[in-house]
């Protein structure tokens, strides 16, 4: 199959300069998957996680950055070696049948999720008091604008700004005043309520909001839009694993403000807008309520730009279309054709009036439980083709480590969106 990703500029990352700028030079795709992966629903999830059982799910937020940089580095080792994104692998390796099986199954749940992301667009302008309408079509019209710009430079620095604004959600833990000891006592080495079934059903939110089908295909795309290729390896990953950090240290952050003040005054949650509007008479300052409302729209912003690309990406991939942000939109008019209609249809969903958005959004993150293991099968297969990677396949202790992340995942995951599905889960 020809290439379909436009011709980048070449890396260039002198040995001679400092390791900071050298890093700096292959850094964001690794670090705007893992804010991405902090989306609107994740930050519900967190929220309410604070707000039912306090500091108690802090522990694993933190052992979760294990498995988040597990998954994702097998994808940005593929699309450095490869030079090809992860829809171009499966077609070319295992042909159209299993490419259909992949493609339809994550357009289902990117639309989903691209809904859920507007969603987080709508509650941040209630948040700050604007009308839902304008505000969730201009931020449709900044999504169309940045990706038709032509420059996959340009796109980066926009989401890299996005992740600043994610960034707002540490000092609005600050602002809640935690108990640092409770954090402590509480939420790393306290004892965990295991016989409690709500809190093993937000064990199991947690968990399948980690790993996104998503997420897997617009890493491997950025990478090689970006250019990056096997030189460039070691510092992807470790863009990856600082990105990894960050976005679980804002789910803890996430946690820990409302642990701070909603579950201390015994005040249930429906979504992260609710929670940050509930901030500000407990903290006694509009702080928090701001910083928490500007993180929201941050992470909902992110995850409606990656969502999107990573559909068309993924398309464009598989069927040889045009498909790259360093290409004009006359030369790749069904890549930017799909990533408009994605963002519009989506924006135009959630301004349908009376729609149950709450439920939408539970409803996505158990669908995603379903779609996983198809998208983490094919993520392990071509980690260990040689044919695909060569000597550069999964180790035997990162194949136990992947497959064991993968079960865990899906089992929780299998398991939460069952209940979701049959009317358990709440």
Known sequence: ?????????????????????????????????????????????????GAQFGMKLVLLQVLLIVPLFVVQEMTVRLGTVTGKGHAQLIRENYGLAWTWISLG??????????VTEFIGIAGAALVFGLPVAPMVIVSATVLIGIAFSGRY??????ALGL?????????????????????????????????????????AGNIGAVIMPWMIFYQQSATVDKGLRPKDLKLARIDTAIGSVLTQVIMIAVVVTCAATLFVHHISVTDAAHAALALVPLTGSKLAGIAFGAGLLGAALLGALVVSLASAWAFGEAFAWRCSLNAACYDAKRFYGMYAAMVIVAAGFVLIPNLPLIRITVWVMAFNAFVLPIVLGFLLVLSNDKKILGDRVNSRLGNIVGVGVGIVCVGLGLWFGTLTLLGRAG
């Open 105 to 114: 199954t994550m357009l289902i749940t990117n639309l989903a999720a691209l």
């Open 153 to 158: 430079k340009r796109a980066e620095v926009f």
């Open 163 to 203: 992740c600043l604004l994610e960034l707002l959600f540490i000092p609005a833990a600050f602002a809640a005043h935690p108990d640092p000891g409770a954090l402590v006592r509480e939420g790393l080495f306290g004892s965990q309520p295991l016989g409690n079934r709500d809190y093993l059903l937000l064990v």
């Open 1 to 49: 199959m020809s290439a379909v990703h436009a011709t980048p500029q070449t890396i260039d990352v002198p040995r001679r300069r400092n390791p900071l700028w050298r890093y700096l030079a292959v850094a964001g795709p690794g670090l705007i998957v893992a804010f991405a992966d902090t989306e609107a629903g994740s930050i519900t999830t967190a929220a309410t996680s």
